[in-house]
């Protein structure tokens, strides 16, 4: 076995009430395998310091009351003052902070480089933290190679703040730099200055890739890895994660609070169909099921509380995972993302109940029937209400992911969407929702035909002078024209406002017209 030894890195700044799950299966791979890996969770340490120093005494007894037991009602006063605090640094000390993201408004959809590399040479708050915890990491592991996980814009900064400093202290250590936010931004990246800070850039998976780098003549290949992988928490410390809570509403809650063990129930979609979706990508395409006993082994040996973070987890495997749990007696309480397909059942919904599963999440998009079937949702909105009944029955909370301004929908849909979710939230069968705006991006199939959709891509004209070696660096929203497309900054409001009445209970006799004559008053 070669004698490389890797550290794996999650960067600031994610939410702080459990890891993000990129490097824990990274971890549980390798090390199954016999190499030499090590992680280490820099996101939540750094949260914590800034709000030690920032906060003072009063925000150490807020933290440690985040950190305990007490129920979600008791926390919400406590996140307040952590939000307060945020808020001040953002407005005082540096403006692209946030306690789950840091930056992010510049790496949303960044063609220039030079713009993230003002931000990564800018000193923030977030800089003495990150240097001495990662100081502490290298000495205490001594790494020949290290991987960063980049999954969201807000991790863009400290990613490539990480890669920095290793360089100046540490310039034999090869610097590799994965996660969603590569696989999906940075595929037609040209610019070469991004390679002064990483050797190489991993797109999609890296167990294979990883195993390489550690072992050249490793024999495993991305069609060896298993289709569930076990995590692995080795290196993280748990008992530093604490939770946010931004509302009363218990589902919203559930992906900012809680210490979940984050799973993957299947790779890839079942479904794999949706236009606006990154079908052409494996992470979405290369749809590989494992067997249910696997992933409850799994999870007998992690803990009670999962959140499966599927694109939509597969009903047949579902079944499978649930009739093991009930088989083995486990008490466990456990979420996940679906679809609202007839798939599920009124006996299935109960089974999953049974088991241990206490909500899931899931698309009704635009919540019109012309529009799910432009977009191949493969639903209907009466399919998708008949689903939803037979979790409210089986007291499954649900939330909704809705869209609006996709391609060709018009003020008139958007408000009959509107009255539709009102209906829903009316009746109890969702009970958290949010709006959001249509993304073009180009590995959709929309993006693949854009003339079929009604619209034309833009793209981004050269800047005039470009600095050596430059090109181009993230490219996955692509800019779009659509003739007499309604005014969706208007729509957009109105659907919010409407929206956050209705989770509060208020306003469910009210029509979207009442909603639409409210924002214009304001």
């Not at 030690?52 to 996140?79: M, N, T, V």
């Not at 939330?399 to 109890?428: C, I, K, N, S």
Request: proline share 6%; charged share 25%; glycine share 6%.
């Amino acid at each position: 076995m070669s004698r490389n030894r890797l550290l794996l890195l999650t960067p600031p700044l994610l939410q702080p009430n459990c890891p993000y799950p990129a490097t824990m299966h990274l971890t549980g791979f390798l090390e199954e395998r016999g190499f030499d890996v090590h992680q280490r969770d820099l996101s939540v340490k750094v949260a914590l310091d800034v709000l030690h120093e920032y906060g003072g005494e009063e925000a150490d007894e807020f933290i440690e009351l985040l950190q305990g037991p007490l129920p979600i009602e008791a926390k919400r006063g406590a996140s307040e003052i952590i939000d307060d605090i945020a808020l001040w640094i953002r407005d005082n000390v540096d403006p692209d902070f946030g306690f789950s993201r840091y930056a992010e408004h510049i790496a949303v959809a960044v063609n220039d480089f030079g713009e993230v590399e003002k931000r990564v040479r800018r000193r923030g708050v977030m800089d003495r933290p990150l240097e001495r915890h990662l100081k502490a990491a290298m000495d205490e592991v001594r790494p020949t190679v290290v991987g960063v996980t980049c999954p969201f814009p807000g991790t863009l900064v400290g990613a490539f703040k990480i890669a920095r400093w290793i360089r100046r202290h540490h310039p034999d250590v090869r610097l590799v730099l994965g996660g969603g936010y590569v696989s999906t931004e940075l595929r037609d990246m040209t610019d070469r200055r991004p390679y002064r800070y990483f050797d190489d850039f991993i797109l999609d998976e890296g167990y294979a890739p990883l195993a390489k780098m550690l072992d050249p003549r490793t024999k495993i290949s991305e069609d060896s890895v298993p289709a569930f992988v076990k995590p692995s928490s080795r290196g993280l410390d748990m008992g530093e994660d604490f939770d946010v809570v931004e509302t009363d509403n218990f589902v919203t809650n559930l992906w900012n609070s809680g210490r979940w063990h984050r799973l993957i129930m299947a790779r890839g979609c079942y479904w794999r169909k949706c236009a606006f979706c990154d079908v052409r990508l494996p992470y979405i395409g290369c749809f590989r099921m494992p067997k249910a006993a696997e992933i409850v082994d799994a999870m007998q040996e992690l803990g009670t509380h999962f959140h499966f973070v599927d694109e939509a987890m597969p009903p047949s495997l579902i079944e499978g995972v649930c009739r093991e749990i009930l088989k083995r007696k486990f008490a466990c309480e456990w979420w996940g993302n679906i679809r609202f397909d007839n798939a599920f059942t009124p006996e299935l919904v109960r089974l999953m109940a049974k088991a241990g599963c206490i909500a899931v999440t899931g698309g009704l998009e635009c919540a019109d029937d012309r529009l799910l079937k432009l977009m191949n949702k493969g639903i209907t909105c009466a399919s998708a209400k008949r689903v939803l009944k037979r979790f409210r029955a089986a007291e499954i909370a649900v939330h909704a992911y809705l869209m609006y301004a996709f391609p060709t929908q018009t003020e008139a849909e958007a408000l009959g969407a509107l009255d539709f979710v009102r209906g829903l939230f009316a009746e109890d069968l969702v009970q958290s929702a949010f709006w959001h705006r249509f993304a073009l991006t180009v590995h959709s199939p929309v993006a693949k035909d854009p003339a079929a959709f009604g619209i034309e891509v833009c793209e981004p004209s050269p800047a005039p002078v470009r600095p050596k070696g430059a090109g181009v660096f993230a490219r996955n929203e692509l800019a779009f024209i659509e003739p007499h497309s309604p005014d969706w900054e208007r729509i957009g409001k109105v659907l919010r406002v409407a929206l956050y009445n209705f989770q509060q209970g208020r306003g469910l006799d009210k029509p979207a017209s009442y909603w639409k004559r409210r924002v214009r008053r304001q």
